[in-house]
């Protein structure tokens, strides 16, 4: 049974960081790309980081500069490191395997207040 675990979410102020952490079990995830998503107040979810099994990234281009994916192979966890937050990227942030059936796990919810 596939299980992702989010964690690291907080209320912060405009310009603060957070760092997200997602422990995964159930998969190779050595194998696996993995992503960073988020779903804000009335809207659907949307990527916003990816990275790959060799470390590639991709990120949203309303991230870019800002937030930072990285991936621990022996620890089965991927982050994200956000900076410079604003009230925008409020929003439950998830993490899972792209274009997978995986369920998705509880989330974290991330408020950037103004």
């Known amino acids: 049974q596939v299980q992702l675990v989010e964690s690291g979410g907080g209320l912060v102020q405009t310009g603060g960081s957070l760092r997200l952490s997602c422990v995964t079990s159930?998969?190779?995830?050595?194998?696996?790309?993995m992503g960073w998503y988020r779903r804000a107040p009335g809207k659907q979810r949307e990527m916003v980081a990816t990275i790959g099994r060799t470390g590639w990234t991709n990120y949203a281009d309303a991230v870019k500069g800002r937030f930072t994916i990285s991936r621990d192979n022996a620890k089965n966890t991927v982050t994200l490191q956000m900076n410079s937050l604003k009230p925008e990227d409020t929003a439950v942030y998830y993490c899972?395997?792209?274009?997978?059936?995986?369920?998705w796990g509880q989330g974290t919810q991330v408020t950037v207040s103004s």
């Open positions: 159930g998969i190779i995830f050595s194998n696996n790309i």
């Open positions: 899972n395997v792209p274009s997978s059936s995986y369920s």
